[in-house]
């Protein structure tokens, strides 16, 4: 699930330089699809690279990837603009970016903030297995983070978990109880690109693995009010989740694809002490949604 971009390609996107992208909407535009693609395409080995990512996304037993630009960042500097295209371009070659977030640029800022909800995106604490945007009837297909810095005091690493195989490990009672609309979390506002607010929702829709989303998030455990019976499936759902789960440490230049469809994601507490680590040096990362084009729910 670590793809490395071949040294010849490598020296190849250190050269070239794609053009500032331009958005219809809260999405990548077509011009900017097409251009970003004739411009890699010529570049060699990039169609191969682009496969191997395609697939450890969304062939037999993938669901998330690691493509390793940690040359490309220490080459072009991760807050160059040109380092930031080059991993839309990859991007694209999954889906179409596109901002749920209107008032947000296309990437969002993830840095670290000691005052916020320990457990909540940009807080410090364990951050529980969960999909982005649970709680809208189309959640982004895919949620990428590009890792600029890493925890300098050596926490966070990332957690990802099979959500379909997690579930397949229940009993057949808990399944039933999932499949029931008895679930919410958090708050739908000013959102664009995945649908309604979802509320209440089920966890598990009857769709076939890497088909429909089990939208899950254990945040819900804390922050929901849940009748006994859901609440105790949902967090048996969330004991198989760290059961199944792998770890690693993003390092600089290294950008997570996950395939919501398939797997969800989380990340470790950071090391103790971030309020004495300035905030210019605190893990940053950049993140990115894409949508998969419209009537292909599998994105292949
Ligand atoms: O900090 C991380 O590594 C994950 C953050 C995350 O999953 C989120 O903000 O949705
Ligand atoms: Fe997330």
């Not at 191969?48 to 390793?68: F, S």
């Not at 009010?225 to 290294?254: C, K």
Request: with cysteine; hydrophobic share 40%; charged share 25%.
């Amino acid at each position: 699930m670590f793809i490395d971009i071949p040294s010849e390609l490598e020296a190849a996107l250190i050269d070239r330089s794609l053009p500032p992208w331009e958005l219809d909407g809260s999405f990548l535009s077509q011009s900017t699809i097409e251009g970003y693609r004739t411009e890699l395409t010529a570049t060699p080995r990039f169609e191969e690279t682009a496969a191997m990512l395609r697939h450890a996304l969304n062939g037999e037993g993938g669901g998330y990837a690691v493509l390793r630009l940690r040359n490309l960042a220490k080459a072009l500097g991760t807050d160059d603009d040109r380092f930031l295209r080059l991993a839309t371009g990859f991007a694209t070659e999954v889906a179409v970016p596109f901002s749920p977030f209107p008032r947000w640029p296309l990437w969002k800022d993830i840095g670290v903030k000691v005052d916020k909800d320990p457990g909540k995106s940009s807080g410090i604490g364990y951050n529980a297995f969960h999909m982005d945007l649970v709680n809208g009837t189309l959640p982004p297909d895919f949620t990428t983070l590009l890792c600029v810095r890493p925890d300098p005091l050596g926490g966070g690493p990332s957690i990802l978990s099979d959500a379909h195989a997690a579930v397949a490990r229940l009993s057949e009672a808990s399944r039933a109880l999932l499949a029931e609309s008895a679930y919410h979390y958090g708050t739908f506002f000013d959102l664009f690109g995945v649908g309604e607010e979802y509320k209440p929702f089920p966890i598990l829709d009857g769709s076939d693995p890497g088909e429909g989303f089990i939208r899950f998030t254990a945040k819900m455990l804390e922050r929901s009010e849940l009748g006994q019976a859901h609440a105790d499936a949902a967090r048996e759902l969330a004991e198989e989740l760290i059961r199944g789960q792998v770890s690693f440490m993003l390092q600089p230049g290294d950008y997570l694809i996950v395939n919501q469809r398939r797997f969800l994601h989380g990340r470790e507490a950071l090391h103790s002490g971030q309020e004495t680590v300035p905030v210019s040096d605190r893990r940053l990362l950049l993140q990115l949604f894409l949508r998969a084009s419209a009537g292909d729910g599998s994105a292949a």
